[in-house]
């Protein structure tokens, strides 16, 4: 068991540049999470998937935002056209279950 | 928008005391889970108090849990420096499968030595 891993750690990219962000969950895991964390403030979730179907997604997700995860095991998360206020922590989790989520280290994104 | 919040925002105490931090929500819940997170970094599950328990323990942490006020407590005792993050509770509404976790603003705890 070698935890939630995240890549990129950190990104900087100009305003109006897509980015894409990358989690790859415990093995055997079927639950994955997105959540975005701006500074000073707990994670909002963003979108959820059982397995390969993407079952939920909060309305902080606009249409500029992409989820994915083919085959049911890592998940990539796209922005397009990024905004300043894009400017975050983006965190991964995953579950076996519907308890406990198992967090990554996240991804932290700057737009200049 | 955040279910939670936390009280006190900050807490810095002295190696050893106790650590007490509150948490308090808005909707009904299937249960309650309490996060560290150390600086830059992603949470640590710390303990999941169900909403028909009303206190658990484990190891040095103590939740209580009041559903007829909405609110929560996490007690750590013995505080260590390395306890130094900040805790976050974390909601599961019935019906949410544990599927959207909704979190509070955060207890940022400063154990000094």
């Known amino acids: 068991d070698t935890g939630v891993s995240q890549n990129p750690r950190h990104k900087i990219t100009k305003r109006g540049q897509n980015v894409t962000f990358r989690c790859d969950p415990i093995s055997e895991h079927n639950r994955l999470y997105w959540y975005r964390q701006t500074l000073g403030q707990g994670p909002e979730f963003l979108t959820y998937f059982q397995n390969e179907a993407q079952l939920e997604k909060s309305r902080l997700l606009s249409d500029r935002f992409s989820a994915e995860r083919p085959k049911g095991s890592f998940s990539t998360l796209e922005i397009q056209r990024t905004e300043q206020g894009d400017s975050a922590m983006y965190l991964c989790a995953s579950s076996p279950s519907w308890e406990t989520q198992y967090f990554g280290p996240g991804t932290r994104l700057l737009v200049l | 928008s955040q279910q939670g919040e936390e009280d006190p925002q900050a807490l810095s105490i002295q190696e050893g005391e106790n650590a007490t931090m509150n948490c308090s929500y808005k909707?009904?819940?299937?249960?309650l889970q309490w996060y560290r997170q150390n600086s830059g970094r992603g949470l640590v599950h710390l303990i999941l108090?169900?909403?028909?328990?009303r206190e658990k323990h484990s190891g040095r942490l103590r939740v209580t849990l009041d559903t007829s006020k909405k609110s929560s407590s996490l007690l750590i005792t013995a505080s260590r420096a390395a306890d130094t993050a900040s805790y976050f509770c974390a909601t599961d509404p019935p019906g949410g499968g544990g599927n959207k976790l909704t979190f509070g603003t955060g207890t940022q705890l400063k154990v000094e030595l």
């Open positions: 108090i169900r909403s028909n328990e």
């Open positions: 909707t009904s819940i299937n249960n």
